[in-house]
């Protein structure tokens, strides 16, 4: 996608053109078409072209001419990598010999009313030769009891760790997860998932297969300095939960002696308020850490964006769109995002519209943040 920069200092009272690649039958491609909006109405018609189906191929600044180049976008730093993989343990189990932890609890993380099953799971990992350790931002295999439709024994599934490498009881032999158990609607049927539901009904005392840890594209860098934003959705708070208690549960601040002296601003998209998970500590932290932790809610239910639709996690991107990007300036700020696929696209079109309102070509700056270790993704 082109995406014209050209006037980048002008107030929002810009007009930008938007131009959709237009589709006939059997996909043949027709004359390409063009919508001229006001920059506040931008990010809402990006949007609804998402949504039906058009694929935009421009955004252009003012009248709509032809893109002025890109400048270089000089929110990407120069420097190397500021995470460090090493000593990271990388599949400590594999599947065809796992580890076999012991459940010590599993509760539910949801407020009465909230929609679905949302559960914390601990599992105790002492024992182990070698001992199954791992570090903020990796994920662990979980093997549910059982066969599949074929008759065979059931496959791994992968889940982001929620706890820090102490744990959370700081002793350094636990791992928490953060689960939703899976359901949806099949030929009028109801279908729950087979290791979510598995996860979700296991009683304590229960023998689990594990395997891992896997995973080094959302470690936290160890710059005590760093500025970290995180996108959320629904267990997507898995990693960004061992973050922030990396960064401000005192106990754990205490055992890991990391100062973390940095800025952290998590953005958290669930569709009700008794969904919000972990809710009550990061009220805690904002409480205990003004000046360092940041805090936004988009509760798509409940709250509506500025076109009066659901408020979803890419329009608190919207709205906060200069301060993201004047973080981003900084080279020591890192972007995590976590949670279904299906957040990236809209995460992606507002961060093209804020990007472009700011002078910055976002198709540019994307790769350029990835390949400096600062844009990380896991989405499933
Ligand atoms: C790196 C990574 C980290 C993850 N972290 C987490 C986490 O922290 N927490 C978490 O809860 N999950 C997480 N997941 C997802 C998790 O691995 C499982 O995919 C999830 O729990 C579902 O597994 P299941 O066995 O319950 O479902 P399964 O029984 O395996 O069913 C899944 C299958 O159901 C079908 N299906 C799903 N939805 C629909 C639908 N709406 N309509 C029709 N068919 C459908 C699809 O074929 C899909 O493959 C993560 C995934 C990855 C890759």
């Not at 995470?83 to 539910?108: E, I, Q």
């Not at 408020?311 to 301060?323: F, G, H, K, L, P």
Request: aromatic fraction near 8%; proline fraction near 6%.
């Amino acid at each position: 996608m082109r995406v014209s920069t050209g006037r980048a200092n002008q107030s929002d009272n810009r007009m930008f053109t938007v131009v959709v690649e237009a589709f006939g039958v059997r996909r043949q491609r027709q004359a390409e078409r063009r919508f001229t909006v006001p920059f506040g109405q931008l990010q809402g018609l990006m949007q609804s072209i998402a949504q039906t189906g058009g694929r935009i191929s421009a955004v252009l600044a003012d009248d709509g001419a032809s893109p002025a180049p890109a400048p270089k976008a000089n929110a990407a730093p120069s420097k190397p990598a500021a995470v460090s993989h090493a000593n990271v343990p990388v599949n400590l189990y594999k599947p065809k010999d796992p580890f076999v932890g012991t459940v010590t609890d599993n509760y539910s993380l949801l407020a009465e009313g909230a929609i679905g099953r949302v559960n914390h799971i601990t599992f105790d990992l002492s024992g182990g030769d070698p001992q199954l350790h791992y570090v903020e931002g990796q994920s662990i295999g979980i093997i549910p009891d059982g066969t599949d439709a074929n008759g065979k024994p059931n496959k791994l599934r992968l889940y982001s760790i929620a706890s820090t490498r102490h744990g959370d009881n700081l002793e350094g032999n636990t791992v928490s997860l953060c689960v939703r158990q899976l359901e949806y609607e099949k030929d009028g049927e109801t279908i729950h998932g087979v290791c979510s539901t598995f996860l979700c009904d296991i009683e304590p005392g229960a023998k689990v297969k594990i395997t891992g840890p896997v995973g080094k594209e959302m470690l936290l860098p160890e710059d005590e300095e760093a500025n970290v934003i995180m996108l959320a959705t629904g267990t997507g708070i898995a990693p960004m939960r061992t973050y922030l208690r990396r960064m401000f549960e005192p106990s754990e601040r205490e055992k890991n002696g990391w100062h973390f002296r940095g800025k952290a601003w998590l953005l958290m998209g669930v569709p009700t308020t008794p969904n919000l998970l972990y809710d009550d500590d990061f009220n805690r932290y904002v409480s205990e850490f003004p000046e360092n932790f940041r805090y936004t809610k988009a509760i798509s239910r409940e709250q509506q964006n500025a076109n009066g639709g659901r408020m979803y996690i890419q329009d608190r991107v919207s709205e906060n769109a200069e301060e993201i990007f004047s973080w981003i300036e900084n080279p020591k700020t890192h972007v995590y995002m976590c949670g279904l696929r299906g957040m990236e696209p809209g995460i992606d079109e507002a961060m093209t519209a804020a990007a472009t309102a700011k002078g910055l070509n976002w198709a540019e700056l994307r790769p350029q943040l990835k390949k400096a270790d600062r844009w990380h993704v896991e989405t499933y």
